[in-house]
């Protein structure tokens, strides 16, 4: 791989400001219900507590939408409880992850449409994971290009249980920045709040976690304020959600700039996993998202 195409776009929306308060019915129109229900049946996914599948919801789906958009109109709508679940991880473990009713699914993207452009607009160059027309292989390019510049020693760091973690008060005073519409508000704070039914092992309440539609963007505005820090101190820092790496160009440098990512993350209430977190230079390689970056080359693994 090459690193010719590292600089790319922030985001391909238009820049928009803050959500605005507004008539319920802007908001919710049977266009916007549509297409939130294509965007969660394209995603796929199991039935919540309800044990209503996407097949079921298809089938009564002119019900099921104006049912759902009338409640979402007139403030009537409430999350159903959340199961919780725990997934293999590709490179091993488990995965905690937040199996949600088809139709809180349908209304978590209906409100992820309308308040994603706002915040994508504040989001930093820094960031890469779940934004539109970026991925995985962006954010390793633009790794390649500051190894480019001979920034070769890297912080390959990772967070600590983020989603689980991102406290749900200090998260909701974000979203209120850009979200000035109680209504939207208080849907936002009901799925934080939600609660989990199976959460004996972990948290009773949903918070962030994994599964909710929104948990993406509202990791990112979170977050946003970590790669604030950052990138005031001049780093190169790429993230993609909970991962990050910090290239430098000498090992105290590396080491300062962990020290700073510690702390940013301290102020915000995470902390970096001890395990998975390093400071390794080119030379030796190391796997990030999926490849692995060794001296000059580049290999998918």
């Not at 195409?5 to 391909?12: E, G, K, Q």
Request: glycine share 8%; proline share 5%; with cysteine.
């Amino acid at each position: 791989m090459s690193a010719e195409r590292a600089i790319v776009p922030i985001s391909l929306l238009q820049p928009a400001g803050p959500v605005r308060a507004g008539a319920p019915a802007r908001f919710f129109t049977p266009e916007a219900l549509q297409r939130a229900w294509l965007a969660v049946k394209r995603a796929g996914g199991g039935a919540g507590v309800d044990a209503v599948t996407l097949a079921a919801f298809a089938a009564r789906l002119v019900e099921e939408l104006g049912r759902l958009r009338e409640e979402l109109a007139t403030g009537r709508y409430r999350p159903r409880p959340v199961r919780r679940v725990l997934v293999p991880k590709a490179n091993g473990g488990l995965r905690p992850l937040a199996l949600w009713a088809l139709r809180d699914r349908v209304a978590q993207r209906v409100v992820y449409d309308i308040i994603a452009p706002s915040f994508e607009a504040t989001f930093l160059p820094c960031s890469f994971g779940y934004r539109p027309g970026l991925g995985a292989e962006d954010a390793v390019h633009q790794v390649l290009a500051y190894r480019d510049r001979n920034l070769r020693w890297v912080v390959d760091g990772d967070i600590q249980d983020c989603f689980d973690s991102i406290p749900t008060d200090r998260l909701m005073g974000l979203v209120a920045r850009r979200v000035e519409d109680t209504m939207l508000q208080h849907y936002v704070s009901g799925w934080l709040e939600a609660q989990i039914l199976n959460g004996v092992d972990g948290p009773a309440k949903a918070g962030a976690s994994q599964g909710n539609v929104l948990s993406p963007l509202l990791a990112n505005v979170y977050l946003h304020e970590v790669d604030s820090r950052l990138l005031a101190r001049k780093l190169a820092l790429v993230r993609y959600a909970d991962d990050l790496v910090i290239c430098t160009q000498r090992k105290a440098d590396a080491e300062a700039a962990l020290t700073a990512t510690s702390e940013a993350l301290g102020e915000w209430g995470l902390r970096l996993n001890a395990h998975k977190t390093h400071i390794v230079h080119f030379d030796q390689g190391f796997a990030w998202l999926g490849y692995f970056l060794l001296r000059e080359e580049c290999f998918r693994l």
